[in-house]
Each structure stands twice: as C-alpha cells, then as structure tokens.
C-alpha cells in the first residue's frame, strides 16, 4: 500500500523535445558547361588517328615512284622500254625460258587490244544491249559490267546473262598473261540492308563474287586475279541523274598493262631452296 501511494503522488518527468536542426541552405546546381571537351577531346584522338594512318601510307618508296612515273611516261609513248617491259616477269634475252603468252605480264599493249577485239565479237550482243562497255586507258583493258547486266538491285548475287558475259570474258582471257584487276563500283545513294551496312560492303561483296565465279568456273589461275571495292567514290560520270547514276553502278575488268602491273601490282617471292 505504500508503494502504491507513492505512486500516486509522483510528478511525471517532462522529457524535453529536440529543438529542430536549422536546414542548410541549397547550394544551386549550376549546368556544366564543359562536357562538350570529353566529346572534343574523343573526336581529336580519333583525328590524331586518321591522320597518322593517312601518312603512314602516305609514304612513298623514291625508288617504285620513279620506276612507276617512267613506266606511265612510256606507256603514253606507245613503246616502252625492255626494262620495263620485263619487270615482275623474265627476261627476253633469257633464252631457256622465252615469255609465252601463259606469263603473267607477257602480252603489251597490242595485245591487249587483240583481246578488246576478240571480247568485242564475243561480246557483241551485250555492248549492243549497253550491258558491257570497254575502254582503253593507262591501266589497261577495262571491261565494265553495268549493274542491270550483272547482279539485282542491291545485291551480289549474279544474274544469269552476268555468268554468260563473265564465262566469253574468261574463254578470251584465258591465254593472255596479264593479272585482272576487279573493281566494285556503286552509285552515291546510301545502303543499309542487314547484309551490307553502307556502299563499301556492296561493293567489296560483288568484285569478290566476280573473282569467286573467274577462279571456278572460267579457270583463271587465282594469282592474277585481285578485287577491290569503291563504294560511290569512283564515278564514271557524275551522279546528276538517275542515268547517269545507273552507269556508275559497274563491276570493272581491268586486264593490266605490262607498265602498271609491273608499277602496282605485288611480285611473289621466289620459293626458297630446301634446307639441307
């Protein structure tokens, strides 16, 4: 009972509250300003890269510059000289081993133009279709393919009447020596399929499918043949209409000259003897 009335006679405690914290004021957010320098800084690495690509290859050897500035000079001449005439390939005082017209290299410029008239008889039906054109120029015989005469709209596959023109052109040149140079060209309206992402690939895709058809079904010997691929940067005529935009489209054949094969294209090394 005491305890109890104690109790009862207690004051309760106030327990007193926390006073509440004065708030810091916000310090303002300020928009960055400089953000822009990570992307700058990115495009000017990138730049620094192409540029140091670019002068990489750039650099040119004096000595193939000068034999490839004579080669031109004498190629525009109509006769070039038996130095040149001989380079990549044997010599013609080499009487073991005389040039044949099986030697890459072996046939001039008067041969080649024997070829254009052979292609031109073989070829008549498709030049008289505008399907193949051939010209004459410093490289060489450049037979051109037009695109409505070789592959589909934006494809690589090739047509039929394209396996019939490239199975004449590899009967006539198939005696003939010289490499072949095979160049994709398209017009300058922009691709992007899930096969091909841009005009390169398309390009690149159909010279390699014309060197695929050349090396299988018309028997050329792989080592003469190259391709290569120009997007839209390679025009015949500029692309100021949809005519003149579907001659750019074009597979060119391009049967070198002794002159420019010898000035740009690779000489394979000579097999090194067995070790003893």
């Known amino acids: 009972?005491?305890?109890?009335?104690?109790?009862?006679?207690?004051?309760?405690?106030?327990?007193?509250?926390?006073?509440?914290?004065?708030?810091?004021?916000?310090?303002?957010?300020?928009?960055?300003?400089?953000?822009?320098?990570?992307?700058?800084?990115?495009?000017?690495?990138?730049?620094?890269?192409?540029?140091?690509?670019?002068?990489?290859?750039?650099?040119?050897?004096?000595?193939?510059?000068?034999?490839?500035?004579?080669?031109?000079?004498?190629?525009?001449?109509?006769?070039?000289?038996?130095?040149?005439?001989?380079?990549?390939?044997?010599?013609?005082?080499?009487?073991?081993?005389?040039?044949?017209?099986?030697?890459?290299?072996?046939?001039?410029?008067v041969?080649?133009?024997?070829?254009?008239?052979?292609?031109?008889?073989?070829?008549?039906?498709?030049?008289g279709a505008n399907q193949v054109e051939m010209t004459m120029d410093h490289r060489g015989l450049v037979i051109s393919i037009r695109e409505a005469g070789s592959f589909p709209t934006s494809q690589?596959?090739?047509?039929?009447?394209?396996?019939?023109?490239?199975?004449?052109?590899?009967?006539?040149?198939?005696?003939v020596g010289n490499s072949v140079r095979i160049e994709g060209h398209t017009d300058d309206v922009p691709i992007h399929t899930d096969r091909f992402a841009s005009n390169w690939e398309l390009s690149t895709t159909r010279a390699t499918t014309v060197v695929r058809f050349m090396i299988e079904r018309a028997n050329i010997p792989p080592k003469r043949l190259s391709a290569a691929g120009y997007a839209e940067f390679?025009?015949?005529?500029?692309?100021?209409?949809e005519a003149a935009r579907a001659r750019n489209r074009r597979v060119d054949l391009i049967v070198l000259s002794p002159p420019t094969q010898a000035a740009e294209e690779p000489v394979a090394p000579a097999p090194r003897p067995p070790a003893a």
């Open 234 to 241: 390679m025009p015949r005529v500029p692309a100021g209409s």
């Open 111 to 127: 041969d080649l133009k024997a070829v254009r008239a052979q292609l031109q008889d073989r070829l008549a039906k498709a030049i």
């Open 1 to 109: 009972m005491f305890s109890n009335t104690r109790r009862r006679h207690e004051t309760p405690v106030e327990v007193p509250k926390p006073k509440p914290r004065p708030r810091r004021p916000r310090t303002p957010e300020y928009p960055n300003h400089e953000r822009w320098l990570v992307s700058y800084a990115d495009f000017i690495t990138l730049m620094f890269a192409v540029f140091a690509m670019m002068y990489s290859l750039s650099v040119v050897d004096a000595k193939k510059f000068k034999t490839a500035a004579e080669s031109l000079r004498a190629a525009f001449n109509g006769a070039p000289p038996a130095d040149l005439r001989t380079a990549g390939t044997v010599a013609f005082n080499d009487k073991s081993n005389p040039p044949t017209a099986a030697q890459p290299g072996a046939g001039g410029l």
């Open 156 to 175: 690589a596959e090739l047509s039929p009447i394209a396996q019939g023109i490239l199975a004449e052109i590899g009967l006539a040149l198939a005696n």
